[in-house]
T-cell receptor, first 114, second 115 residues
């Protein structure tokens, strides 16, 4: 019964391709996030959605487009993949938008662009 | 803007030694939360602790303890009698009230515990 599940766990693809990473949470949380961890281990937020509505959109190229069909799912679609997109992408969820709610992270998707 | 600094990028200790991981933060919010996460070699992010800005009591959980000092904007993490299984990257993070529950992470400290 994984609380936040991401698929796939590993993704190897060629430059220029389009790919998607899926995220689902079964915790009943209202808010979901995408974080990127680069090769130096730096973790940075990319997007935040609350009840399917975009709340935070950090400086991320337009090639990245999150989609939330319902509050339990937040998928990340990436167009025209570049070498610099290689990273580990973490999905997370929380009960709400207030800071007193903790996060639950997925196990990450390691994306390698060759 | 909020910022978290973990000045120690890498620490190496021998098993059974005590080790302290430093975390210093900056925020303009008066209400905020501080977190520590562990990332073992397997890659997942494991939640360790959450502390709110109004609670400066130190916390102990088994071999882990946390020292929150608002006066110095620090939230340090100590592992007592370290074990090889403690080897991981440890992240300190901050979430401010006005940041929409966005977690800002420090750069992480890689802890290597040698037998």
């Amino acid at each position: 019964d994984t609380a936040v599940s991401q698929t796939p766990k590993y993704l190897v693809t060629q430059m220029g391709n389009d790919k998607s990473i899926k995220c689902e949470q079964n915790l009943g949380h209202d808010t979901m996030y995408w974080y990127k961890q680069d090769s130096k281990k730096f973790l940075k937020i990319m997007f935040s959605y609350n009840n399917k509505e975009l709340i935070i959109n950090e400086t991320v190229p337009n090639r990245f487009s999150p989609k939330s069909p319902d509050k339990a799912h937040l998928n990340l679609h990436i167009n025209s993949l570049e070498l610099g997109d290689s990273a580990v992408y973490f999905c997370a969820s929380s009960q709400g938008q207030q800071t007193n709610y903790g996060y639950t992270f997925g196990s990450g998707t390691r994306l390698t662009v060759v | 803007a909020q910022k978290v600094t973990q000045a120690q990028t890498e620490i190496s200790v021998v098993e059974k030694e005590d080790v302290t991981l430093d975390c210093v933060y900056e925020t303009r919010d008066t209400t905020y939360y501080l977190f520590w996460y562990k990332q073992p070699p397997s890659g997942e992010l494991v939640f360790l602790i959450r502390r709110n800005s109004f609670d400066e009591q130190n916390e102990i959980s088994g071999r882990y303890s946390w020292n929150f000092q608002k006066s110095t904007s620090s939230f340090n993490f100590t592992i007592t009698a370290s074990q090889v299984v403690d080897s991981a990257v440890y992240f300190c993070a901050l979430s401010g009230y006005n940041a929409g529950n966005m977690l800002t992470f420090g750069g992480g400290t890689r802890l290597m515990v040698k037998p």
